[in-house]
C-alpha cells in the first residue's frame, strides 16, 4: 500500500454511531487509513477519503475515484469480507 491508493466512500452515519466496533473492523479487513471524514448531513452519511490497498493508484493532484464497499457478515451478524467495488460514471 502507497499514499497515491486513495479513494473515496460512503458508510450510513447510523452504521457509524451504532456500531463502531464493526466500522472498525471493516475498516481493518481492508488496511485502510481515513484521511478525511465529513459528515453530510442531507445524505445521512459520513463521506470518506482514505488509503487501502484495496484502491487503485491515483496521480498525485488528481480527483480520488469512488468506490462501494459492500460488506458481508458471519451468523452473528460480524463483517466477515468487504468486497469493493469501483463505481463508474
Known sequence: MNSNQ???FEIS???AVDFPEKLASVFAMLKLVPVRAE???HK????YVAISERFEE??????????ELEVESDDN?????VIVKKETL
Not at 491515483?58 to 468506490?67: L, N
Not at 451478524?77 to 469480507?81: D, E, F, I, K, R
Open 13 to 15: 452515519l447510523r452504521f
Open 44 to 47: 445521512d452519511c459520513i463521506e
Open 6 to 8: 486513495i479513494g473515496k
Open 77 to 81: 451478524g460480524w463483517p466477515s469480507a
Open 39 to 41: 459528515v453530510l448531513f
Open 58 to 67: 491515483v496521480p498525485k493532484g488528481c480527483i480520488p475515484p469512488e468506490y
